[in-house]
């Protein structure tokens, strides 16, 4: 008879273990099923969590995460990352390179920070530093982009402290809450990175 007990603590550590890319105070890590089953899948149902993006248009199940998060690891097109804190490895946010393009070397950038408690400490900012220079040195990407709603202040003034450049607007090209919004669109080239 195995002791499961054992089994369960030694994959515990080695999820907690799993650091992919590590920063100061944040580190970024696979996605993984168990993720489902903590606060993640609420996120997507929270209306002031999604108040600037297009998610909270449908309700979002722990089906949907699960199925999101098996997605997630087995396509090349995405890169797609739990945002972690170092001191209690707890579960923040996601950020991913999404719909990358290995011929024009060229990806979206998104991010989610779920945990309210977490906002406005500057967690978003590392790891979308931490993600940038991934992409433009690992990946050799040459062009990251981003989009957001005219109203998501917060990921305008992300984008731009990343150094992106607003590079142009659709207008009223979202519906949400009533009312048609405008997408402001952002880019980063390589040479223009600071590293």
Not at 27 to 46: F, M
Not at 78 to 83: E, G, H, M, Q, S
Not at 185 to 190: A, D, H, K, S, V
Request: glycine residues 8%; contains cysteine.
């Amino acid at each position: 008879m195995h002791d499961t007990t054992c089994i369960d603590d030694v994959r515990k550590n080695d999820i907690l273990n799993i650091r992919f890319i590590s920063g100061n105070r944040i580190y970024l890590r696979p996605l993984i099923e168990a993720d489902v089953d903590g606060p993640y899948p609420t996120w997507l149902n929270d209306e002031e969590v999604c108040q600037g993006t297009s998610h909270h248009t449908y309700p979002y199940t722990r089906r949907d995460a699960l199925d999101y998060v098996q997605q997630a690891n087995h396509t090349s097109r995405a890169l797609i990352l739990a945002i972690v804190l170092q001191e209690k490895h707890l579960h923040i946010g996601n950020i991913a390179l999404q719909q990358i393009n290995w011929v024009y070397r060229t990806a979206d950038l998104a991010i989610l920070l779920g945990d309210k408690s977490q906002w406005r400490k500057g967690y978003g900012l590392e790891a979308g530093r931490l993600l940038l220079v991934h992409g433009f040195i690992k990946l050799n990407l040459n062009r990251i982009t981003c989009a957001t709603y005219e109203n998501n202040t917060g990921m305008i003034k992300l984008a731009l402290s990343l150094g992106m450049k607003q590079e142009g607007i659709r207008r009223q090209a979202a519906y949400k809450s009533g009312q048609y919004l405008d997408i402001i669109e952002f880019g980063l080239l390589r040479k223009e990175a600071e590293f």
